[in-house]
């Protein structure tokens, strides 16, 4: 028997724990989290410990194939590695030399990963490069940008040395992240408080200090009601309002109107509770967290709750301060060299994107960076400002990501070309015409990831086992395209020539890794000052008024609009995430699925009596022209203005036997959803729509 330990990065979500593999004779046992990463500590989520069932799972892509039939009937021809690449690497020459560079069109997961392949594409010269973030975090990521002039990740979330930490809409004990999850538990062992703001009694609602169930869509008002009573009972921290905040008096003013009292009939929750949590918030100040949000996707005025965080953790000091917001460390801020980019081989694409983000009317004022790619969506559409021919889906399943697959399929109807990178089975790839199946992650090596944070480092992904089928990692397929479309600098053929190239001046070598699988760039955690400059924004200070906003027509302090109710026998979608699954492409993991088949309806008790719903038992969900049938939930801890569910079920391709027909299908049930958007922050509004639910 050979056994080996190979470290490694989990890949089973984006939040890529560091994990230690053991393989006996050549094949996957066990996967742990690597006992060497802080916050780890060993530990796994379930769906890092199901990564085998991944790998070993004959129901995924197992070679490249180039589609026969209509668009989604499931007609392939396998082809080889060449094959495939060459026709890929054909058809974007010939797209880009009829319509121009950039008419190719890229998305992702996002991610540490990503410097290689947008090599890439600054190399064949698109600016089209775009991620998922629409569907996620970008009002998030918009609003810090907003208040900060720097994005989310500006700052970190000490979780570990919080006095106080807020979760609303945030659901940290299911959507998971493990350094998270340890370093809240551990802070509560410690005395550190939980407060939940949710729609429904979430598993950190079981374990909070203080829950609040929330009318659903009201957030907003929740936090005008908390900045006024901050300002109103003099609780915040008025040294670091008065250095590092600009634009407070326009704030009090604007919040004037918003007292507990009127939050109370917006949201549900009493205006003495919400007086009360100020005061225990400004005990644990500046070592509170309330954390910005993550899955924000939600509503038209979520950017104006992640902007209202931001500002209620400043009034509270907490910007870069010890178990709040510090700001985050990255390699040079400790001394050290940040890894050589490959982007920088070649210039930035002089071309204006497609999705207008950065030049057009309103839309000036978002991150350019991944750009929106659902408004690249619209580009395609209507061929404004040009067309959009060819369509890269790397790592991304925007059928599913995106409510109304029909009308997104519609939005994709000009395309000529889509090519999915993928390791499982997604609607995207079976809609597309080239699958181009990735090697999972235990089976496959990736460029090295810098991991910014107190203590920053640099991590490998090293392949643990051969691929089990003929799939390739991500560097080899974006090196093939590359050689074969003329850009000899990233025609790699080995991962550690690719390792050498990042590594380059930094004093760190691949032999470096062996020990821990991750090395680490300072002895000791730095926490940074707030200083002169820290604030990329115009006064150097945190914004109240965002001029950028307001030279695209948009608010700094949009005025509260209240949500419609639902109208009669109908109610508010909403969703979220659990421990067992991640987004939808899990759902056919043998070891996952065994656990948590399909999802249910959380239905409030009240409203499940007065239809003759019993708990457990199946109910029919319709919106958009779409029905499924799902289990009810019937509960008290659930707001009655909404039904729950889990979003990623109700598969409906042949080739997942076991997930096919399990559940239903949140993303179905949002009609022309992809189109309803947060100009803030540019993210989609998927909670916006109202299905009715029947017994039987
Ligand atoms: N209705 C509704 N819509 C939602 C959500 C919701 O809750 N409800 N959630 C939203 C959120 S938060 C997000 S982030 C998006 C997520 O949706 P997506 O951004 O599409 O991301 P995933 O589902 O994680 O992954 C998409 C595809 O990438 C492949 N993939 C994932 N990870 C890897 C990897 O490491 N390597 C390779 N090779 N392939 C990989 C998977 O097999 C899958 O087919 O959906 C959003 N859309
Ligand atoms: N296990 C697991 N972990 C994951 C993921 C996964 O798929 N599975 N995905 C990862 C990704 S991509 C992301 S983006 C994060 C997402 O992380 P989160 O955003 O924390 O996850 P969610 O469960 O979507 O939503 C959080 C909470 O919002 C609540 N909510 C819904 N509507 C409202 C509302 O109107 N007001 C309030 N106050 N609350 C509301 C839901 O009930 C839920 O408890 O998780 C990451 N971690
Ligand atoms: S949170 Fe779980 S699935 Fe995500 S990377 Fe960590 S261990 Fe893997
Ligand atoms: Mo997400």
């Known amino acids: 028997m050979m056994k080996e330990y190979v470290y490694s990065i989990c890949g089973m979500c984006t939040v890529r724990c560091p994990i230690q593999v053991e393989v006996v004779d050549g094949r996957v046992e066990y996967i742990q989290g690597n006992p060497h990463a802080a ?21 995924r892509p197992q070679g490249p194939m180039i589609r026969q039939g209509a668009r989604g009937e499931g007609k392939w021809k396998s082809v080889s590695w060449d094959e495939a690449l060459d026709y890929v690497a054909e058809k974007l020459t010939a797209i880009q030399k009829e319509y121009g560079r950039d008419s190719v069109l890229f998305s992702d997961r996002g991610g540490p990963f990503r410097d290689f392949y947008r090599a890439f594409l600054r190399g064949i010269g698109t600016s089209n490069y775009n991620n998922h973030d629409a569907a996620c975090a970008r ?63 979430n598993v950190p609602a079981t374990k909070a200090d203080n829950f609040y169930m929330i009318r659903p869509g009201t957030d907003y008002a929740f936090n005008l009601a908390v900045i006024h009573t901050l300002i109103e009972e003099e609780l915040y921290d008025k040294k670091f309002v008065a250095d590092w905040m600009d634009g407070f008096d326009q704030l009090k003013d604007f919040v004037a109107g918003y007292s507990p009292e009127w939050a109370e009939r917006e949201t549900g929750i009493k205006a003495e509770a919400i007086r009360d949590f100020c005061r225990q918030l400004a005990e644990a100040a500046p070592s509170v967290l309330w954390h910005p949000g993550w899955m924000t996707a939600r509503y038209t005025d979520s950017f104006d709750m992640s902007r209202t965080i931001y500002l209620i953790n400043s009034l509270l000091g907490s910007v870069g301060a010890k178990g709040g917001l510090p700001l985050m460390v990255k390699p040079g801020d400790v001394g050290a060299k940040g890894l050589k980019s490959f982007m920088n081989l070649y210039p930035k694409p002089e071309g204006r994107r497609a999705d207008g983000v950065g030049w057009m009317e309103g839309r000036k004022h978002y991150d350019a960076g991944p750009g929106l790619v659902n408004l690249a969506y619209e580009a395609a559409e209507s061929e404004s400002p040009y067309p959009v021919k060819a369509y890269i889906v790397n790592r991304h399943d925007p059928l599913m990501a995106f409510p109304d697959k029909k009308d997104v399929l519609k939005m994709w109807e000009n395309i000529e070309l889509i090519v999915a990178a993928t390791f499982t089975w997604s609607d995207t790839a079976w809609y597309a015409d080239v699958v181009l199946p990735i090697s999972p992650y235990l089976e496959r090596d990736e460029i090295i990831m810098t991991k910014n944070g107190a203590k920053p480092a640099f991590q490998i992904r090293k392949r643990a086992v051969e691929p089990v089928y003929d799939t390739k990692a991500i560097w080899e397929i974006y090196a093939g395209l590359a050689r074969r479309m003329g850009l000899k600098e990233l025609a790699f053929d080995k991962i550690e020539d690719i390792w050498n190239f990042q590594l380059e001046g930094t004093g760190v070598t691949i032999a470096d890794f062996d020990k821990k699988g991750i090395v680490t760039l300072a002895s000791e955690p730095l926490l940074k000052p707030v200083k002169e400059g820290t604030f990329k924004t115009p006064s150097g200070k945190i914004q109240v008024i965002d001029a950028k906003l307001e030279a695209d027509g948009l608010p700094s302090l949009k005025p509260y609009v209240s949500p419609e109710r639902p109208p009669e026998g109908s109610f508010r979608i909403t969703f979220g995430r659990c421990a067992l699954h991640t987004q939808g492409h899990t759902v056919n993991n043998a070891l996952l699925f065994e656990r948590k088949p399909e999802n249910v309806l959380w239905i409030n008790t009240a409203k499940a009596a007065a239809m003759g719903i019993e708990n457990d038992e199946y109910v029919t969900v319709t919106g958009n022209g779409y029905s499924a049938k799902i289990k009810a939930f019937v509960t008290d801890f659930v707001h009655p203005e909404c039904v729950f569910m889990l979003h990623g079920f109700g598969h409906t391709l042949p080739v997942e036997s076991r997930a096919i027909g399990k559940g239903a299908a949140d993303n179905l049930l949002m009609p022309r959803g992809i189109r309803k958007y947060d100009k803030g922050g540019g993210a989609v509004a998927m909670q916006e729509h109202f299905i009715t639910v029947s017994k039987g």
Do not use: W
């Open 139 to 201: 009002n998030v990521q918009n609003a810090a940008l907003s208040v900060f002039g720097f994005g989310r990740k500006g700052v970190a979330y000490d979780l570990k040395n919080a006095k106080h930490i807020v979760l609303q809409q945030r659901n940290i004990f299911e959507a998971i992240n493990v350094a998270e999850v340890n370093n809240t538990l551990n802070a509560m062992a410690k005395g550190c408080k939980l407060s939940v703001i949710d729609i429904r009694a």
């Open 39 to 59: 916050g780890i500590e060993g530990a796994l989520c379930p769906r890092g410990a199901a990564g085998t069932a991944l790998t070993y799972d004959k129901e």
